[in-house]
């Protein structure tokens, strides 16, 4: 394939960019943030993502013809949860990441400027919760109120030592009521902790709550009581702020829409492609795990997600001694659109709230 030149398209979407066409190859591909996203993809421009549902389901879904239509390469990467995501984007090794919302939060706190360009949200976000609480094997938890004084497996920077801050607070208790144990969530560690007794409490994903009750014996759980379904996904700034990168994740964020609904009507195959197939569950526990995460909506505004981000950030400043954060300048809401043209119909008005 030819390769493009300056004249007509590019040379436009040059001046659109409010770049002089003599500037530096990095200028000529800078876009402001308040800039329209660009409708056309250099051809060859790579994402590299970290988001392995999505990529698990778009062969199936016929989906992957979308991104090679467009001139899209993707490298894929292996990469899930806020510290592994954090480290790839100081090492400049990925673009974008599926997290939850608490990423966004810390890669702020701690100098690293991402975006969020992608939210998405659980249907019925307390009949079918993302987290659960596991409990080690003959310790007495059955309510919330049986927190106090218990060691409970806590990481600052993931969605889980979120999660754990806010039911306590349901609970009425404090940080002092119980003994937080610093523990970082990757795979089944909180499972690993829970069955030797290193901890009493942990917040265990789906997944993990069938693995956990299958290894042990005398495992148990019991539920939060509280929305846990924020699900992004989270950029570094100077990916948005690339015009090719910024016009293929106009088109990503697209794809995504649609995979995440296709995951909804073909439970099924999903069941099979991510938890079965990619994550080693067993095909009855594969098919558990997605009944117990429930439908996934893509909602038809932000706000709603916004503000929700905006009271856990707060909550984070107070208990964990953070600076103040507006999480506005986190959220790039010119993907907002995207999103919401991809769903058509199928958005979720007022955001499952």
């Not at 800039?35 to 392995?52: F, I, M, N």
């Not at 600052?156 to 144990?181: E, F, I, M, P, S």
């Not at 759980?221 to 989270?234: F, M, N, V």
């Amino acid at each position: 394939m030819p390769r493009r030149t300056l004249p007509t398209l590019a040379l436009a979407a040059l001046l659109s960019f409010g770049v002089a066409a003599c500037g530096s190859d990095q200028a000529a591909t800078s876009l402001e943030l308040s800039a329209a996203l660009p409708d056309q993809v250099p051809s060859g421009t790579t994402l590299r993502l970290g988001d392995p549902p999505v990529q698990a389901v778009l062969g199936a879904a016929g989906l992957d013809k979308e991104l090679a239509d467009a001139g899209i390469k993707v490298e894929w990467a292996n990469i899930s949860g806020g510290p592994q995501s954090i480290q790839a984007f100081r090492a400049d090794k990925l673009d974008c990441s599926a997290v939850a919302d608490i990423p966004s939060l810390f890669a702020a706190w701690t100098g690293t400027s991402t975006k969020i360009v992608f939210q998405s949200v659980t249907v019925d976000p307390l009949k079918f919760p993302i987290y659960q609480l596991g409990v080690a094997p003959g310790v007495a938890v059955g309510s919330l109120a049986d927190l106090r004084g218990k060691k409970i497996a806590y990481s600052a920077g993931q969605a889980q030592g979120a999660l754990v801050l806010r039911v306590l607070k349901q609970a009425g208790l404090t940080q002092k009521d119980v003994q937080l144990v610093e523990l970082t969530s990757t795979g089944d560690s909180y499972v690993t902790a829970l069955g030797t007794k290193a901890v009493d409490v942990a917040p265990l994903g789906a997944q993990f709550v069938k693995v956990y009750e299958a290894k042990y014996p005398g495992a148990t759980t019991i539920g939060t009581g509280i929305r846990d379904d924020a699900s992004t996904l989270y950029c570094l700034t100077s990916a948005v702020q690339d015009a090719a990168k910024a016009a293929a994740l106009k088109v990503y964020v697209s794809v995504r829409t649609k995979a995440l609904l296709w995951q909804n009507e073909h439970p099924d195959d999903y069941a099979k492609l991510y938890y079965q197939d990619s994550q080693g569950l067993t095909a009855a526990d594969a098919r558990a795990v997605v009944t117990l995460y429930g439908q996934k909506g893509i909602p038809a505004s932000w706000d709603n997600a916004v503000s929700r981000l905006q009271e856990t950030a707060d909550l984070l400043a107070t208990e964990q001694k953070h600076d103040k954060l507006d999480v506005s300048t986190l959220v790039d809401r010119r993907f907002e659109p995207v999103e919401a043209a991809a769903a058509g119909s199928r958005t979720v008005s007022g955001d499952a709230s």
